[in-house]
């Protein structure tokens, strides 16, 4: 192979690991999450830089992990993209927006993905997009099938996290979050914004 | 001798000069520049997610269990890793309860201040405390806990949050996202360092009373913590089959249960047994951890393939009338209508 083709193919490698990170995750790419559940040592995985046992004493037990996991994995929690941009809104236009949500959790009794906001998605107190209800044609809300959309737990009204994904089994999942925002013509101009907390916790 | 990729502006401009050196290497650049737009071009059409924000933490343990006595100091270390952005970590001590019978958590927002909390510190720093930590950057994180001598002999279960700080960008109205791994800490403080928890089998049963031989077979097995501490179960079932005499056992998952808390226990391992077929005794028998105190439960239930059975009767009725009914038509012909005589 001559020095300008071994170029071409160099180049053209290169633009196209850049193009396609091994370790990024979109909703397109989970799939290859999937390649290999079972196993107990998922690429991501740093095994064995800990001790599994660490000495407990006379006065104490303390186990770390799991008695009966050999291998060590680590728990792992990926939000595909933190940004939810739904721009400039045009009233009676919904805008959708999707995220996934990746869990590694092999070595564990199972997980719970739990979520709430802080406010819904607001100019100020007095001006919001409300929540989305199944009676209404307009607000804020997510779905997990694409159907029918929730709203997340108001901090602001302290109402307390709600699971929205879980698993009682050890598991390696993606799940794509759907997002949809409704205006009536009468919701008044302006950037309405709000943030989203996803707390992965493992089971007991 | 050929320099084919010197770069020069003379021989991107010379293009039909003299020198035989730009005039061979242009092609070339021509092609490098094409290739370049081509490629640019390919990653237009598929946006690197890379190039959005991201949030990836790994943790290590999910969790520990202490059992410990007032006046003890106790450390354990945490392996926190980064796989996205540059953030800041949050770190916070939760309490938590309950959430299921499945082992979840519901953590305690509404206020609640456990006098644990004052025990624990992260690298010598109070909780909640905060650090940076780079992208693909692995941190060694150490919990120091400080039980007082006047600690009060009871149970706290706390959860160990880290948040990745990062602060997505919103150019009109949107949601910024923020996600948190956990870690749980179950922690027992005893004066004995002995304690001897209590427990009792609420349910054991199947989905139904008689089941099918090829259908699953999934027992429900529920254990209610009676003491005011936190138990391993420890535990198997034992499935008889009164025809062939055989024995199974399937070890159980050693599930941890929260003082005066139920959970469902699972078998590591289903039950797929060739044909069942009969009468069968299943026998739960659990100890918790550190305790010689067994309870056990039987059940009786019977396996049977009355799916095949109805598909054979069914299909043994549909032959006997497809043979039958010919017979009764011609005989009964003459009384039928004109229009409908074969």
Known sequence: MSKTKLFYLFLSLFFLANCFPAHALNPGSYLFRFKNPLSSTPSSATTNQIPFNQPSSPNYQLTPGFPEVKIISDFNFTISDISLDFGILTPEIPLKKSQTLSVSAPNTRGYSILAYQDHPLQLSSANAIPNWTSSSSYGFGYSLDNQSFQTFPDQSQNQPPQTIISSHLPAITATIINYQVNIPSTQAAGDYENTIYFLALPAY | ?342
């Open chain 2, 1 to 342: 001798m050929k320099t084919p990729f010197t770069f020069s502006p003379y021989l991107l401009t010379n293009r039909q000069g003299s020198n035989s050196t730009a005039v061979d290497l242009f092609p070339s650049l021509l092609k490098i520049f094409r290739l370049l737009v081509f490629t640019s071009f390919i990653s237009l059409c598929h946006p690197s997610p890379a190039q959005a924000q991201t949030i990836s933490l790994s943790l290590w343990p999910p969790i520990i269990e202490i059992t410990t006595q007032p006046g003890q100091t106790i450390r354990q270390n945490y392996r926190l890793k980064n796989s996205a952005d540059d953030t800041i970590i949050q770190t916070a001590l939760i309490p938590f309860e309950s959430a299921d019978e499945l082992g979840h958590i519901q953590l305690s927002t509404q206020g609640y201040q456990s006098p644990a909390l004052s025990y624990f510190s992260l690298q010598g720093n109070k909780l909640p405390t905060s650090f940076p930590l780079k992208a693909g950057e692995t941190k060694d994180l150490t919990l120091t806990i400080n039980i007082p001598s006047t600690a009060s002999p009871t149970d706290h279960y706390l959860t160990l949050l880290f948040q990745a700080d990062t602060q997505g960008l919103i150019s009109g109205t949107g949601s910024r996202t923020l996600g948190a791994v956990g870690s749980n800490i179950l922690l027992n403080i005893s004066s004995t360092n002995q304690p001897q928890p209590t427990a009792r089998i609420e349910q054991f049963s199947l989905h139904q009373p008689i089941l099918d031989s090829f259908d699953p077979i999934q027992f429900t097995l529920l254990l209610k913590n009676t003491s005011p501490t936190y138990l391993k179960a420890i535990g198997h079932i034992k499935i008889h089959s009164s025809l062939s005499r055989k024995t199974t056992t399937l070890p159980l998952r050693s599930d941890n249960l929260l003082a005066n808390s139920t959970r469902q226990l699972i078998p590591e391992q289903s039950w797929h047994p060739l044909f069942p077929f009969g009468r069968y005794t299943a026998t739960a028998t659990i100890t918790p951890q550190n305790t010689t105190d067994t309870i056990s439960q039987t059940i009786s239930f019977w396996i049977i393939p009355y799916k095949g059975l109805f598909t054979i009767i069914i299909i043994f009725l549909l032959y006997r009338l497809s043979k039958t009914l010919p017979k009764y038509i011609r005989k009964y012909q003459k009384y039928l209508p004109k229009p409908l005589r074969f």
